[in-house]
């Protein structure tokens, strides 16, 4: 028997709720903001471009993550690798450092334990966005 989460309506509903709640209280929007301005950032620095929309598609992915996934991207390869090693250095640590921090300090509370753990799974995504794509988790 399949989980309440998964089934047709009532699964559409907890994950809206979900996404507000995280929305409002996981600090969905202060970390879509942060990626946003990494994108802004990017977007001035015209040889960084590719970094900027990966920035956007991982601050639409952290506004609204529930019923959502990052996978990889099939047949990414080396120059991604070498594009993210410098996407860390340029944003990806302090961007992944958000989400350690929100993580952390949504932890200390018993209800937002599945919100930090939710900022736990983005800190992959903040370090190596390249070669990555956001699809729906059904």
């Keep these: ?3 309440l989460a998964e089934t047709g309506h009532h699964g559409r509903v907890i994950r809206f709720l979900l996404n507000v709640l995280w929305l ?3 600090g969905g929007l202060v970390l879509a903001v942060g990626y946003g301005i990494a994108a802004m950032i990017c977007f001035v620095l015209v040889v960084t471009i590719p970094f900027g929309v990966a920035s ?3 601050a639409s992915y952290s506004l609204w993550p529930f019923g959502r996934t990052l996978v990889v991207k099939p047949g990414v390869g080396l120059a991604s690798g070498a594009a993210n ?4 250095v340029l944003a990806g640590w302090w961007l992944a450092l958000s989400h350690i921090v929100a993580g952390v300090s949504l932890c200390l509370t ?3 334990i599945p919100f930090g753990v939710a900022n736990f799974k983005l800190v992959p995504a903040a370090f190596w966005p390249l070669g990555r794509e956001v699809v729906d988790a059904s």
């Design 1 to 3: 028997m399949a989980p």
């Design 24 to 26: 409002v209280f996981g």
């Design 56 to 58: 956007l598609r991982l």
């Design 85 to 88: 090693v410098l996407w860390v």
């Design 110 to 112: 018993i209800i937002g």
